[in-house]
Nanobody, 120 residues
Framework: QVQLVESGGGLVQTGASLRLSCVAS???????MGWFRQAPGKEREFVAA????????AYADSVKGRFNIARNSAKTTLYLQMDSLEPEDTAVYYC??????????????WGQGTQVTVSS
């Protein structure tokens, strides 16, 4: 059974950077991984994802050019580098994983989430 544990959230000011990490345990060979987020009063939304093979990536339009998704060489740790953060990025960020090639989901395995708060 695959488990995901996120870390790296926090409180930052507008324009700052944060890097989220997600450590996967279990057999995720061939799995795509990604990030979703949920802001207060809003539905969960896709942020970014990366495929197992070839490292194909996909990003939400709202974060394109500011966020970068990557995996370590063993493909067991997922990162989300977030630059030029805006108050609109405030949300709980969830790491996701699944044996899918459809990077925008759906995903069946979710982490517990990490809070990112951007103050203006």
């Amino acid at each position: 059974q695959v488990q995901l544990v996120e870390s790296g959230g926090g409180l930052v000011q507008t324009g700052a950077s944060l890097r989220l990490s997600c450590v996967a345990s279990g057999d995720i060979s061939g799995w795509s991984m990604g990030w979703f987020r949920q802001a207060p009063g809003k539905e969960r939304e896709f942020v970014a994802a990366i495929s197992w093979a070839l490292g194909r990536t996909a990003y939400a339009d709202s974060v394109k050019g500011r966020f970068n998704i990557a995996r370590n060489s063993a493909k067991t740790t997922l990162y989300l580098q977030m630059d030029s953060l805006e108050p609109e990025d405030t949300a709980v960020y969830y790491c996701v994983a699944d044996s899918t090639n459809v990077l925008r989901g759906p995903y069946r395995t979710w982490g517990q989430g990490t809070q990112v708060t951007v103050s203006s």
